[in-house]
């Protein structure tokens, strides 16, 4: 509690507001309790207790009315209220970085993380080889970023260095050996900073769509996007799809991404593009011919879903690229 909430006054040290004379300590107290919480949900969530969470967040937003409670709580609910899944014991939650992330773990021997694009979820984007995978003897782990697929939101812009952070966590989380990592359009971007800054974490890496920076997208799709911005206004900024154009149109940055990072990483990569891609086609060749260990894979008469539309062509040379030594 950073304001009196009489008279809106900073607040300063002391049990009292300066300015009007109301007690602040037991308003304090309140707010405290509700942060505890809050917490205590968030590791029940993560734990699979989701009507405790329920029970824990009802209890919060009481003591401590905030809008950021109220969608932890919509998201809980609507975990509680969902009918069991045939296909149940694949799903996981793990707690990262404060806040709670579902990834799927299927399949038995070397493990294979997949990295969805923006606004998708790692089952719906690889549905076509997550089953062709684990045939193939991998584990999979397919984790959903915040503010998609499963994973609940969270306050503030979307990030690619929070999401690669929350991906390094996991992966740290579950101990498994480095680990081959597929990743798709913004997936693919998390791939090759995973690389890059995390280099243990991973053991070769496999990349579709990817733009290094907004300037390989299509002069007319970033103005599309910026006109969806203009429209929407302010007042959608907490929406996904307007934190998703703000993430597109100004990001990765050169901090995130780079020319210099990607000539550092000595993982082998397999870049994939469809010749017809939303990422320009000399961006994808600069990415090939930067990194030291690449293999070149276009696509014929393919667009920007390589993984969803062309699984044919792409889940052959995908299964023999990570069975390579």
């Not at 993380?113 to 089953?131: K, M, R």
Request: charged share 20%.
């Amino acid at each position: 509690m950073d304001r009196c909430p009489n008279c809106r006054a900073r607040r300063e040290d002391g049990e009292t507001c300066r300015r009007c004379g109301m007690e602040l300590a037991p308003l304090l107290a309140l707010e405290q309790a509700g942060d505890e919480l809050i917490r205590r949900a968030l590791g029940q969530v993560a734990g699979g207790e989701v009507p405790a969470a329920v029970r824990a967040l009802e209890e919060a937003r009481t003591l401590h009315p905030d809008p950021f409670i109220d969608r932890l709580l919509g998201f809980a609910q609507t975990v509680q209220d969902q009918p069991p899944r045939a296909d149940a014991d694949r799903g996981r939650w793990a707690q990262v970085n404060g806040h709670p992330l579902y990834y799927l773990r299927a399949g038995t021997g070397a493990p294979v993380l997949l990295l969805h694009g923006g606004g998708d979820s790692g089952e719906h984007a690889f549905a076509n080889q997550i089953e062709a995978l684990i045939a193939a003897g991998h584990e999979v782990i397919a984790p959903d970023q915040v503010g998609q697929g499963r994973t609940p939101d969270l306050p503030g812009p979307l990030s690619y260095t929070a999401m690669m952070q929350d991906t390094a966590a996991l992966l740290e989380q579950l101990r498994l050996p480095p680990s081959a990592v597929v990743g798709f359009s913004d997936g693919g971007i998390l791939g090759l900073m995973l690389a890059a800054r995390y280099p243990e974490l991973v053991e070769r890496l496999a990349v579709s769509g990817v733009n290094l920076s907004p300037a390989g997208l299509p002069q007319d799709h970033l103005d599309a996007l910026q006109a969806d911005s203009d429209a929407a206004g302010p007042a959608a900024r907490e929406e996904l799809g307007a934190k998703l154009r703000k993430l597109w149109l100004h990001s990765p940055t050169a901090d995130e991404l780079s020319p210099a990072l990607l000539a550092a990483i000595r993982h082998p990569v397999l870049v994939m593009a469809g010749d017809q891609d939303l990422v320009r086609l000399e961006h994808t060749l600069v990415i090939y011919q930067t990194l030291p260990r690449a293999q070149l894979f276009i696509l014929p008469d393919t667009g920007h879903g390589t993984f969803d539309t062309r699984a044919g062509l792409v889940n052959p040379v995908l299964l023999q690229f990570l069975a390579r030594s």
